[in-house]
């Protein structure tokens, strides 16, 4: 079965680069997601990578993905302290018809002035 | 497009009473899924329509949940004989059926507290 494992916690300055790190179970033909989670709101949609690709870039985002170890990261460039919450790693599989999300327990980013 | 949103966000409840929670899809999607976030966790499938058609419902989900989306449209998840352990954010999402289209875009939650 399909499980996704991360980190905890990030604690990182203002205009740093942040890097979040998931590692994922399921070999077989996959999306994966990065999630945002403010306090006590849903789950904001930032990106997401086909299994087929090693890279995806979008604006300050960019998704690095590395199958041969089923590693996945988020770099957030010139991080703000807007950009504090908490990340989730994602992935469905083919098996499930891409239908059925499964997430990693989150890592909140505390970015400080 | 007004986003996917849900009713009512906070809820607390007696041990023991029914709850229901309303989801409303961005407009014309037709996947709808319900998922549950507790403390400190990510959040965990539970069942999923395409239009009104529930086609696949978690072991999480036991007899005493039920969800319906009689019209494809809006749908309602109710908890029957509410117990503590199902203290949680209740999530709702929906994506479209368009080929290649595998986003799932969530609502703010409604969170349950059962005394």
């Known amino acids: 079965g399909e499980d996704v494992e991360q980190s905890l916690f990030l604690s990182v300055r203002e205009g740093d680069s942040s890097v979040i790190n998931c590692t994922y179970t399921?070999?077989?033909?996959?999306?994966l997601y990065w999630y945002k989670q403010e306090p006590g709101a849903g789950l904001q949609l930032l990106t997401y990578i086909f299994s087929n690709m090693d890279m995806k870039q979008d604006q300050r985002l960019t998704v690095l993905l590395n199958k041969k170890d089923k590693h996945l990261s988020l770099r957030i460039a010139d991080t703000q302290t807007g950009d504090s919450a908490i990340y989730f790693c994602a992935e469905t599989a083919i098996n499930t018809g891409f239908q059925k999300l499964v997430f990693g327990t989150g890592t909140r980013l505390l970015v400080s002035p | 497009d007004t986003g996917v949103s849900q009713d009512p966000r906070h809820k607390i409840t007696k041990r023991g009473q029914n709850v229901t929670f309303r989801c409303d899809p961005i407009?014309?999607?037709?996947?709808l899924y319900w998922y549950r976030q507790t403390l400190g966790q990510g959040p965990e499938f539970l069942t999923y329509?395409?239009?009104?058609?529930?086609?696949?419902k978690s072991r999480l989900l036991s007899d005493r949940f039920s969800a319906e989306r009689p019209k494809g449209s809006f749908s309602t998840l109710e908890i029957q004989r509410t117990e503590q352990g199902d203290s949680a954010m209740y999530l709702c999402?929906?994506?479209?059926?368009?080929?290649?289209?595998?986003?799932?875009?969530f609502g703010p939650g409604t969170r349950l507290t059962v005394t």
């Open positions: 329509f395409q239009n009104e058609a529930q086609l696949e």
């Open positions: 399921d070999s077989s033909s996959t999306y």
């Open positions: 999402a929906s994506s479209s059926n368009r080929e290649s289209s595998y986003e799932q875009y």
């Open positions: 407009s014309e999607h037709n996947r």
